[in-house]
């Protein structure tokens, strides 16, 4: 799936890659909602516009607007992926927020269902493709609603935020995941729509940068919502580096950050609403044809490809292939915070990653371009699982170098290091994965095919990620010292215990179990499993041709 840290649980997104050679709308991505069809559609227009090719060849060659004529446009789209990262950056760091709180991680769990959304837009992204209101516009018409959704969401939570997280039984966790939840799926469905629109606003030229203002702006709402806030909202961070005499509470609060993103997201979509029209094109600017699909078309394609024997091999491999890596990646950052490393500091260590996270594609790309990609894959594969134990490692280490004034600067450079070396791993099976699916992807069905790959791709990532939380608390042990006859086996022993003048004290973490669990079942699966999968690469092409298009 997509590259993730170690500060926040995975949300599902992929994020673009520099210098592959996988196609730029599908790089960074590939989860994309956009659904291409297999043969677009020529209107009127279109076939207007291949007729006069030539003549505005002719006219581009002595008139080449570039991109300084569509600054207006590009800055517009970049703010709206800025937008978009927002909600996904404030959702990151509430498990953080969550675990200083001491919240069971049934209850992380359960809130790392806000992360699904972006992984299963695919579902409905056909019925934002094709339900609109024509005189309004195709991509405005589910832009502005979604927006203005996500605003008054934002402005409620602003008001409930504080009583959700500090109320009476502990933190309400039902009611941040769905609310948070909400957030998710609007962001997602403003995506879609964005993603869409992105390729009609600006002329044919200049599409290209298209690709370039999401991943920018995407990695920068989530760099503000995320690393930024964690970092203004502490006030240790804030006092130490910011400030000249201490105070309490930090430059920002969770309820200022979203009351003013909030007021953002309205007064923008309301401009964007009255000021911004769909199709707007200058002089000497070709349109890009925008491609239409009905929708039980869509989802029909969807099933047929499904159905292919090498198809549903290769969906059943992607499903399974992160079991052995659940417990690292969703686990590690929160357990880190659990052992008292400041959760602001964690989520400043991904800054120093951002250069190595562009060039890394750039590098394994390289090795990805030939017949097998999937060779890159199997080979990174025990090295990711190794970083694992690694990890485990770390955690177990991390109490002991606790010291009055926090941590020493040498355990922030090892924990950069194992994260840079995660990095490395992680990326050389993302980028040999998108390769291969670049590669087996049907022409004919490009955009739908490697949509549904890279979808069961970021499934793949989830649903073993929720589990590893989920199973944390139950693969515990746990005793009850200094009070005879108790025990701590669930929250009301716990509270027995803690009545009667003990403390539980873990004997076995969970944690432990489940990075030996995980390893177990990821080297079974690399041994026996893991070659299968580099069989697919010996499959002919016909083997991927879906019979629907043949």
């Given amino acids: 799936m997509e590259p993730s840290n170690l500060t926040t649980h995975k949300n599902g997104r992929q994020r673009k890659l520099a210098g592959a050679t996988v196609p730029p709308d599908n790089s960074r991505d590939m989860d994309r909602g956009e659904i291409s069809s297999s043969e677009p559609e020529v209107d009127e227009e279109g076939v207007g516009l291949i007729r006069g090719s030539d003549s505005e060849d002719r006219w581009h060659r002595r008139v080449r607007p570039g991109i300084r004529g569509e600054l207006g446009n590009v800055s517009l789209l970049l703010f709206l992926y800025v937008l978009q990262g927002i909600p996904l950056g404030l959702a990151g760091s509430i498990p953080l927020i969550l675990q200083s709180k001491n919240v069971s991680y049934k209850d992380q769990a359960f809130f790392s269902f806000v992360f699904w959304p972006f992984s299963l837009k695919l579902f409905w992204a056909p019925l934002v493709d094709a339900l609109y209101f024509s005189r309004f516009g195709r991509r405005k018409s589910w832009l502005v609603p979604t927006q203005y959704l996500l605003g008054l969401f934002m402005l409620y939570l602003s008001v409930k935020v504080n009583s959700l997280l500090q109320s009476e039984g502990g933190a309400d966790v039902v009611t941040l995941t769905a609310v948070f939840f909400m957030l998710a799926f609007l962001a997602a469905t403003q995506d879609i729509a964005v993603d869409g629109w992105a390729l009609t606003m600006l002329s044919r030229e200049n599409v290209g940068y298209a690709s370039t203002c999401n991943s920018v702006g995407q990695t920068a709402g989530y760099f503000l919502g995320n690393v930024l806030f964690l970092a203004l909202e502490s006030a240790d961070f804030c006092n130490k580096y910011l400030r000249i005499e201490p105070k309490d509470s930090g430059i920002v609060t969770l309820p200022d950050f979203l009351f003013f993103w909030g007021m953002v997201f309205l007064v923008s979509t309301t401009l964007v609403a009255i000021f911004k029209r769909e199709n707007e094109h200058g002089r000497g600017k070709r349109r890009v044809p925008e491609e239409t699909q009905g929708v039980m078309e869509t989802y029909k394609l969807l099933f047929s490809i499904v159905k292919m024997p090498t198809v549903f091999t290769f969906c059943v491999l992607l499903l399974t292939a992160k079991i052995g890596f659940c417990a690292a990646d969703a686990v590690t950052g929160l357990k880190l915070v659990e052992a008292g490393v400041p959760?602001?500091?964690?989520?400043?260590?991904?800054?120093?990653?951002?250069?190595?996270?562009?060039?890394?594609?750039?590098?394994?790309?390289?090795?990805?371009?030939?017949?097998?990609?999937?060779?890159?894959?199997?080979?990174?594969?025990?090295?990711?699982?190794?970083?694992?134990?690694?990890?485990?490692?770390?955690?177990?280490?991390?109490?002991s170098l606790k010291q009055e004034g926090g941590f020493p600067v040498y355990y922030y450079a090892l924990v950069l290091l194992s994260y840079a070396l995660h990095q490395v791993a992680l990326y050389s099976m993302y980028v040999a994965c998108m390769a291969f699916h670049a590669k087996v992807s049907d022409p004919l069905i490009g955009g739908t095919y490697m949509t549904l790959l890279n979808t069961v791709t970021n499934l793949g990532g989830n649903w073993?990620?929720?589990?590893?939380?989920?199973?944390?608390?139950?693969?515990?042990?746990?005793?009850?010292?200094?009070?005879?006859?108790?025990?701590?086996?669930?929250?009301?022993?716990?509270?027995?215990?803690?009545?009667?003048?003990?403390?539980?004290?873990?004997?076995?973490?969970?944690?432990?179990?489940?990075?030996v669990v995980c390893v177990v079942i990821g080297l079974t699966w690399w041994v026996w499993l893991g070659k299968k999968m580099k069989r697919l690469q010996e499959q002919s092409p016909a083997a991927w041709r879906c019979r629907a298009n043949q």
Wanted: charged fraction near 15%; hydrophobic fraction near 45%; glycine fraction near 8%.
């Fill in 464 to 515: 073993p990620s929720t589990l590893a939380l989920w199973m944390v608390d139950p693969l515990t042990s746990k005793e009850c010292q200094g009070a005879a006859g108790q025990s701590c086996g669930s929250s009301v022993e716990a509270g027995l215990c803690v009545k009667e003048g003990g403390i539980c004290v873990t004997t076995l973490d969970g944690y432990y179990v489940e990075s």
């Fill in 343 to 399: 959760k602001e500091q964690l989520a400043l260590l991904a800054v120093p990653m951002v250069p190595l996270q562009i060039l890394l594609p750039v590098v394994i790309s390289k090795y990805t371009a030939g017949p097998r990609p999937l060779d890159v894959f199997y080979k990174a594969f025990p090295f990711r699982l190794l970083i694992g134990l690694e990890y485990a490692l770390l955690v177990w280490w991390t109490p």
